[in-house]
C-alpha cells in the first residue's frame, strides 16, 4: 500500500484544516487507517485512528472533540477534520495503514510522507 497525505499548511489558531491521505495498491479496505504526528523535538504521537468499515474509531485527548476521522473506501481515501487548531497542534502529520486500531505506531506497517501542519498564535 502506498500513501499519500495532502492538505497541510500554514493557519491561525482557531482556524481548522483539512488532511487527506490518498492510498494506492494493494486492496485498501481491510487496512485500519490512522492519523500520527510529530513536532520538533517530540516523539510521534496518534492523533486518531478509524477501522475497516468506519464504525469505530479513535482520538488522542488532545485533539477529542475538535477532529474527525473518516474514511471513503469506494475512493481509497482518509480524512482528518481538524478544527479549533492550537500552536501546539504544529507538527508533520502522517497517515498510516496497519492491522489493527491502536495507538502505537508499531501496529501500522505503511506510512504517507508527511504533511506539515504549521498553527500560528
Known amino acids: 500500500v502506498q500513501l499519500q497525505a495532502f492538505g497541510g499548511g500554514l493557519v491561525q489558531a482557531g482556524g481548522f484544516l483539512r488532511l487527506s491521505c490518498a492510498a494506492s495498491?494493494?486492496?485498501?479496505?481491510?487496512?485500519?487507517m490512522a492519523w500520527f504526528r510529530q513536532a520538533p523535538g517530540k516523539a510521534r504521537e496518534i492523533v486518531a485512528a478509524?477501522?475497516?468499515?468506519?464504525?469505530?474509531?479513535y482520538y488522542a485527548d488532545s485533539v477529542k472533540g475538535r477532529s474527525t476521522i473518516s474514511r471513503d473506501n469506494a475512493k481509497k481515501m482518509v480524512h482528518l477534520q481538524m478544527n479549533s487548531l492550537k500552536p501546539e497542534d504544529t507538527a508533520v502529520y502522517y497517515c498510516?495503514?496497519?492491522?489493527?486500531?491502536?495507538?502505537?505506531?508499531?501496529?501500522?506497517?505503511?506510512w504517507g510522507q508527511g504533511t506539515q501542519v504549521t498553527v500560528s498564535s
Open positions: 498510516a495503514a496497519g492491522r489493527v486500531v491502536a495507538a502505537n505506531g508499531g501496529s501500522y506497517d505503511y
Open positions: 495498491g494493494r486492496t485498501f479496505v481491510p487496512y485500519p
Open positions: 478509524i477501522n475497516c468499515s468506519g464504525r469505530k474509531t
